[in-house]
């Protein structure tokens, strides 16, 4: 259900980490972000682009200091792990969970977001400061929603030298899912039923065009008047299979509906990356404007229940976990894990 908050703004092709001048030369940033709910409650996403951000997996601390720009300083409830860049001490995260099993993931919404100058009565919070600011507060999207609604993201960037990126965001647990925008029209928030999020355009295009997909099913269809399916599959004839943020919508929520599979850590882990697998970017497949080739550089999925990170890389489809521990949820400092992205390939003989 939509909630319609704020009816202002100003148009910016500004956001935090991207340069978004990249955007009008065809570079893009895509992403996918999923939810499982199986026994226990799986997050995550594939980040698609065509250049690295210097990304390392970081959990940040019970007890952390972080500095707003327009709201007064906090120190973090809970501790949050995710996938980041570092400047300084501060964590930009892409995407991320607290220890509660809160989830919040940034994609990229070019040309639509539209952040405002600072303004009385609202929460005031930079798109750089909304993930760690909601992990580090909150524990569950029902104690979140009224924050939210007096959100107003700002345009302010975190330097000079890492300007805004245009972005919405799903934010999920075990119990309900949101999208957040803001756009020129204003700060709304959705009920997510899909589970699924990818990018432009605004969400209640995707809600509305996923009606176009309510006759696909995993099964084959009848016989019918003597003609039969010509092999397995057919169900689903219609099903997008290009890399548009609109198919893959589509693609990830019909895998995700349709999952079979078993409830221990190690088979959910397992399926939630063969989806993302569904509508992941091979190199070559598609190109920027420029001729640079746009991939998924990671996949991720956390498992909330037992504070778990698992990912794989492009260069190495190997699955690596990091998980929180009672040492580094409580030290005075970030701990940062770097990418394992060695391909590794059993050989036998």
């Not at 399926?271 to 598609?286: E, P, T, Y």
């Amino acid at each position: 259900m939509r909630k319609n908050w704020e009816k202002s703004g100003k148009n910016l092709n500004a956001g935090y980490g991207i340069d978004n001048n990249k955007v009008q030369k065809g570079e893009s940033k895509m992403c996918t972000c999923i939810e499982l709910k199986n026994k226990d409650f799986y997050f995550g996403r594939n980040l698609d682009l065509e250049y690295r951000f210097g990304e390392k997996v970081v959990i940040t601390p019970r007890d952390y200091g972080f500095k707003l720009r327009s709201e007064p300083d906090f120190r973090t409830r809970y501790a949050m792990i995710g996938m980041a860049a570092v400047a300084g001490d501060y964590p930009l995260y892409a995407e991320a969970a607290n220890e509660k099993g809160l989830c919040i993931a940034g994609l990229y919404f070019p040309g639509n977001a539209s952040y405002n100058r600072p303004k009385e009565g609202r929460i005031n919070i930079a798109p750089f400061e909304l993930i760690p600011w909601l992990l580090g507060n909150y524990g569950s999207v029902d104690e979140a929603e009224d924050d939210l609604s007096r959100i107003n993201l700002t345009d302010i960037s975190f330097s000079q030298e890492m300007p805004l990126t245009d972005l919405h965001w799903m934010i999920s647990d075990r119990n309900r899912c949101l999208v957040l925008e803001q756009t020129k029209d204003g700060t709304e928030i959705y009920d997510n039923g899909f589970g699924v999020l990818t990018n432009n355009p605004p969400f209640p295009f995707h809600e509305a065009n996923m009606s176009h997909f309510l006759n696909l099913t995993a099964a084959n269809p009848p016989l019918r008047d003597g003609v039969r399916p010509q092999g397995q599959g057919f169900g689903a004839v219609g099903l997008p299979g290009d890399w548009s943020p609109a198919s893959r919508f589509a693609k990830a929520y019909f895998c995700k509906a349709n999952s079979v599979c078993g409830e221990d850590p190690v088979s959910s882990v397992t399926q939630f990356f063969h989806i993302l697998d569904a509508v992941a970017m091979v190199r070559g497949s598609v190109v920027t404007s420029e001729g640079k080739c746009d991939i998924t550089t990671y996949s991720c999925c956390i498992d909330t229940a037992r504070g778990a990170y698992y990912y794989k890389t492009y260069e190495n489809s190997a699955v690596t976990c990091v998980r929180f521990s009672e040492e580094n949820m409580n030290r005075a400092a970030l701990t940062l894990f770097e990418l394992d992205e060695k391909q590794r390939i059993i050989f036998c003989s």
